[in-house]
């Protein structure tokens, strides 16, 4: 599963490179909308609504992803 939620967030990062740079700089709500984008993409993936742990390991990845230099 740890693969899976890499992949995704990877390519969510890559799709938003806007909203990855808005959460470096801090701008007001691109976290959430990164956050957001990167949990549909992975319910879609899976086909099922995330469970709690799912969504906070999506979270983790995501946050090494946007804070990873371009």
């Known amino acids: 599963m ?3 939620i890499l992949d ?3 390519k969510t990062v890559q799709t938003w490179p806007d909203l990855a740079l808005g959460t470096r700089t801090a701008r007001p709500k691109a976290w959430g909308a990164l956050a957001g984008h990167g949990v549909a993409a992975l319910r879609a993936r899976l086909g099922r609504p995330l469970t709690d ?3 906070r390991a999506l979270w983790t990845a995501l946050w090494r ?3 990873r230099p371009p």
Request: proline residues 0%; aromatic residues 0%; hydrophobic residues 50%.
């Open 2 to 4: 740890d693969d899976v």
């Open 8 to 10: 995704v967030a990877q």
């Open 53 to 55: 742990v799912e969504r």
């Open 65 to 67: 992803e946007a804070l």
